[in-house]
């Protein structure tokens, strides 16, 4: 098992260009969340899907959006990347019962110039 | 917006010596982790703590949950250069399974 991957490792992005970042898990999870994480500010939520066919506002929405292709596979897109948006995203995923453990991908480092 | 709270934010100490790493709130979790995250990768958990007074070993690690499930420590004896790394605490709550991470504790054990 693969358990959670992320697409691509680095980006950079200039000013107003958009991207989707790619994220899948192989371990039968319902839920799953992105994630940013800047120096100092540890995970801050983005969005996250508690299930297939659902998406829910995290603490930091803006800019993004986000879509819950299957039960695999959950994606973050920016539209228009903002150089705010210099960051490393993590993608992570968790069953719908236990204690909130969460696992997670090994992360995409995104440059916005 | 929850807060969880660590400290230090930063720990620099020689291979051997014992330190403790705290994460406070003001609100109740159901649940306490703690996970490890190396650069370049994504964190790792480590151990959950779900119940009040709680205590777990792993190896030389001992975590701590508060008696009212606000809080909770991370203690490591005799570290090692391999305890390097970034160690987030993170409180579980709500039926949304969302978790609240703190700001993180960057270790540096030195040979």
């Known amino acids: 098992n693969a358990g959670v991957t992320q697409t691509p490792k680095f980006q950079v992005l200039k000013t107003g260009q958009s991207m989707t970042l790619q994220c899948a898990q192989d371990?039968?999870?319902?839920?799953m969340y992105w994630y940013r994480q800047d120096p100092g500010m540890g995970l801050r939520l983005i969005y996250y899907s508690a299930s297939e066919g659902t998406t829910d506002k995290g603490e930091v929405p803006n800019g993004y959006n986000v879509s819950r292709l299957n039960k695999r596979e959950f994606s973050l897109r920016l539209e228009s990347a903002a150089p705010s948006q210099t960051s490393v995203y993590f993608c992570?995923?968790?069953?719908?019962?236990?204690?909130?453990?969460?696992?997670f991908g090994p992360g995409t480092r995104l440059t916005v110039t | 917006t929850q807060l969880l709270e660590q400290s230090p934010q930063f720990l620099s100490i020689q291979e051997g010596e014992n330190l403790t790493v705290y994460c406070n709130s003001s609100s109740v979790f159901s649940s306490l982790q703690w996970y490890r995250q190396e650069p370049g990768e994504g964190p790792v958990l480590l151990v959950t703590v779900v119940t009040g007074g709680e205590v777990k070993k792993l190896k030389r690690l001992t975590f701590q949950f508060g008696d009212a499930r606000k809080d909770s420590s991370l203690h490591i004896t005799a570290a090692q250069t391999g305890d390097t790394g970034l160690y987030l605490c993170a409180g579980g709550k709500g039926s949304a399974r969302q978790l609240t991470f703190g700001s993180g504790t960057q270790l540096t054990v030195l040979p």
């Open positions: 371990m039968n999870h319902n839920s």
């Open positions: 992570a995923s968790s069953l719908p019962a236990g204690n909130y453990e969460q696992y």
